[in-house]
């Protein structure tokens, strides 16, 4: 059994990190103390602790205990856990601990539903991707939600300085351990606990005298897809970085940043973010960003690394040095804003998808201009509904191409 499985936690207490969901007074840590569990979907990257909550939540309840894995589970083996049900194995309910679950398809998920709905079964799943995307919506209505966050390297050099203490307890030895050392392991796991615990193991048993040097440390310490790079900093740092340097028309820092990531090996992050600032910064602006940065990520992701860098390259240079404008970012928060407190009102009856009315209407009749009809194709008419009919959510940059656009519409609207 590898290091990071015999040293796994076996109380809240011990476990790394997670103190948002897991500190004394916190949501997760009341639900797990009070032993009444809910259907449950852990989310977050790998060795970030879910496993071992699931483990701990099992060992707390008198419910009987199966795990799946969503790579190499069967509809047949989901059957076989419902066959249990009713029979004496079962008499206290069953808690379902299935990792992985976004590999499992609609249908082996919809399986679990009937039983999640009767709480036969209940259900605690883990996956590294977003579930709102992966899992079937019925399973997530049924469930809660727990997002497990990146950890710090602060909290995994405790989990480091125990995983050596074990090591000398099984070895009966006693490590000298180079400054730095712990500290080297703990920011290169990327926050991934598992890892960090893995290194500590293979420098225990390839040291030599029980000596625990930085070279050692640095040859048997994985490189990661990094939530942190090799100085320390976190990964998003860096994302947010490239992003506020793109922002900033900085091309230079932007690619400082852009190499970083590279270094970490970690395309996927550095396309997003790629796609999100092409829309979230330069937008109208330079309407075609979107479109060019979209392929050079295409071409990425084709070639993969190291020819990725080329196009990448090319995206952040030209989203660097576009024009920038935020206007349709902040008109969309501005409408949200408006939605999340409750200002909808009633759609206007000219809008409305249906042609006929009730025998109360007051006014019969849709009455929808059809704008394709008149000069311009524009006619003046609500379109908002009565609460926001005067709203006005976007302001036209102050950018060559949102300007082109302005006075296009003020002239099709009379204005001067």
């Not at 997760?28 to 009444?36: C, E, S, V």
């Not at 879910?50 to 509809?75: C, F």
């Amino acid at each position: 059994m590898p290091l990071a499985d015999r040293i796994r936690p076996t109380t809240l207490d011990e476990v790394v990190g997670q103190r948002h969901i897991l500190a004394k007074g916190r949501p997760l840590y009341n639900i797990i103390n009070k032993g009444k569990i809910p259907n449950m979907i852990f989310y977050g990257s790998s060795g970030v602790g879910k496993t071992t909550v699931a483990n701990i939540i099992a060992k707390q309840t008198s419910m009987t205990l199966y795990k799946l894995n969503g790579t190499q589970a069967s509809t047949a083996d989901i059957k076989e856990i419902v066959s249990s049900l009713g029979t004496f194995a079962a008499a206290n309910g069953i808690l379902l601990f299935l990792d992985e679950i976004q590999y499992l398809n609609k249908k082996q998920q919809q399986t679990l539903l009937e039983y999640l709905e009767t709480g036969e079964i209940t259900l605690i799943a883990s996956t590294t991707e977003n579930p709102y995307f992966y899992v079937y919506n019925a399973i997530l209505s049924r469930s809660t939600v727990f997002e497990f966050k990146p950890i710090t390297a602060e909290d995994v050099i405790p989990a480091v300085e125990r995983a050596f203490r074990l090591m000398e307890e099984e070895l009966n030895c006693s490590f000298e351990i180079e400054d730095g050392v712990v500290e080297h392991i703990a920011y290169g796991c990327g926050g991934d606990v598992r890892k960090a615990v893995n290194t500590v193991e293979l420098c225990a048993l390839s040291s030599e005298d029980n000596k625990i040097t930085m070279d050692i440390a640095k040859v048997l310490t994985q490189k990661s897809n990094m939530n942190y790079d090799r100085d320390g900093d976190k990964h998003y740092d860096i994302l947010s970085g490239l992003q506020k340097s793109i922002r900033g028309s900085d091309e230079n820092a932007a690619l400082h940043y852009m190499a970083r990531l590279i270094e970490a090996g970690d395309l996927a992050s550095l396309c997003r973010r790629l796609l999100v600032i092409a829309s979230e910064d330069i937008g109208l602006a330079y309407p075609m960003a979107v479109p060019i940065v979209k392929a050079c990520v295409d071409s990425a992701l084709q070639l993969g690394f190291p020819e990725a860098r080329i196009p990448l390259a090319e995206a952040v240079i030209l989203l660097a040095t576009s024009p920038k404008s935020n206007s349709a970012y902040m008109a969309l928060a501005a409408a949200m804003e408006d939605i999340e407190a409750g200002r909808v009102g009633d759609i206007p009856r000219h809008l409305q998808n249906k042609h006929y009315d009730g025998e109360g209407a007051a006014v019969k009749g849709q009455h929808y201009l059809y704008p394709h009809d008149f000069p311009n194709h524009y006619v003046e008419q609500q379109y908002l509904p009565d609460i926001l009919k005067d709203r006005v959510y976007y302001q036209f940059g102050d950018n060559k191409m949102e300007q082109q656009a302005k006075a296009y519409r003020d002239m099709i609207k009379g204005k001067k």
